[in-house]
């Protein structure tokens, strides 16, 4: 066991004797994540595009499904660029169901 303490002192003696990173030159390697707005005032992502249209905002504008059964299926549409099937149980007068992929919404038509 006196293997693992002399590794760990060798390597704290030869952090010690490392040349520190300036914090300034730390701090400007951060890269910000999220939307911040450029000099111009457009909206940019942290990849570097501009986009006025988030997902959240246009899965809000789709308007809700009615559907004749209890249960159903939602995969994403889109064959291979749809999402893993998942079920959702609509049994509630008022339910509203969601799809946690996608977050399309479905709620049962009743007659």
């Known amino acids: 066991m006196a293997a693992p303490g002399a590794t760990f002192r060798r390597l704290l003696l030869l952090s010690r ?3 520190s990173r300036p ?8 890269r910000p994540y999220g939307v911040r707005a450029s ?3 457009e909206l ?3 990849t570097g595009q501009v986009n006025k249209n988030f997902a959240i905002d246009l899965i809000a504008e789709q308007p809700v499904s009615e559907v004749e059964s209890r249960v159903i299926s939602c995969d994403g549409g889109g064959g291979a660029l749809g999402h893993p099937k998942v ?3 609509l049994d509630k007068d008022t339910k509203t169901g969601t799809c946690g992929y ?3 919404q479905f709620k049962q038509k009743h007659h």
């Open 87 to 89: 079920y959702i149980n």
């Open 102 to 104: 996608c977050g399309l």
């Open 17 to 19: 004797s490392l040349p």
């Open 44 to 46: 940019v992502t942290h």
């Open 39 to 41: 000099d111009t005032g």
């Open 23 to 30: 914090v300034a030159a730390a701090a400007a390697a951060v």
